[in-house]
């Protein structure tokens, strides 16, 4: 286990819903990182928040948001939700921007119908 | 734009064989290099990362991974698996300038025979 946590587990929206995922970072992190993963691929980078901003992004349109608290929890938000954003949300937290050892949660299932 | 490739998308094994992963990334600056492994029902956590310095690194589990920066590869080698070693593993690189993208390959699933 690695002490980064992410709620819910699971969830199901329907094409036009928003949602927002939800991460703590383990004791002491203050660097979140978000990815999705699709079935069969590997994680893609959506964003990075460092101390309270926003410090990195990947190819996810506006509609992917995100926030970064003073306790360094995170949250990952989707507007206008799409069929293809199905997919594992990842949270991984370390310590510092340069991001020397990711820990990754256990992730959120999004299922979009 | 970053790449990473993992031709292996699905390696099968009998314990006792020695094992090599290929990763080749395109990305003409600096970069930090990473390998990550997921057990089954578990998160992902790190193998090894290079950073700098000697090419030939070493992780956990008796794992290492050389990088050839001529060839952009960074592959992942175990001289003897273990069937606990049947997961997906990940090459990721990370560029060094601006803010810092992370690149994940798609992954290769590998399973071992008892």
């Known amino acids: 286990e690695t002490g980064v946590t992410q709620s819910p587990t699971h969830l199901i929206k329907t094409r036009g819903q928003q949602v927002t995922l939800r991460c703590s970072s383990q004791?002491?992190?203050?660097?979140v990182s978000w990815y999705q993963q699709a079935l069969g691929q590997g994680p893609q980078f959506i964003f990075q928040?460092?101390?309270?901003?926003?410090?990195g992004r990947g190819n996810f349109p506006p509609r992917f948001s995100g926030l970064q608290f003073p306790n360094y929890s995170s949250e990952l938000n989707v507007n206008a939700l799409e069929l293809d954003d199905s997919a594992l949300y990842l949270c991984?937290?370390?310590?510092?921007?340069?991001?020397?050892?990711?820990?990754f949660g256990p992730g959120t299932r999004l299922l979009v119908l | 734009a970053q790449s990473v490739s993992q031709h292996n998308h699905h390696v099968i094994l009998s314990e006792a064989a020695s094992l090599e992963l290929g990763c080749n990334y395109s990305?003409?600056?600096?970069?930090?290099l990473f390998w990550y492994v997921q057990y089954p029902g578990q998160h992902l956590q790190l193998l090894l990362k290079?950073?700098?310095?000697?090419?030939l690194v070493k992780g956990i589990k008796g794992f290492e991974a050389e990088f050839i920066k001529s060839k952009f590869s960074f592959n992942l080698r175990k001289p003897s698996v273990q069937w606990s070693d049947t997961a997906e593993y990940f090459c990721?690189?990370?560029?060094?300038?601006?803010?810092?993208?992370?690149?994940f390959g798609t992954g290769t699933k590998l399973q071992v025979i008892p």
């Open positions: 991984a937290s370390s310590l510092g921007r340069q991001q020397e050892t990711q820990y």
């Open positions: 290079y950073f700098s310095g000697d090419p």
């Open positions: 004791s002491g992190h203050n660097t």
């Open positions: 928040y460092y101390r309270e901003e926003e410090n």
């Open positions: 990721a690189v990370r560029e060094t300038g601006g803010y810092q993208k992370v690149t």
């Open positions: 990305y003409g600056g600096t970069v930090n």
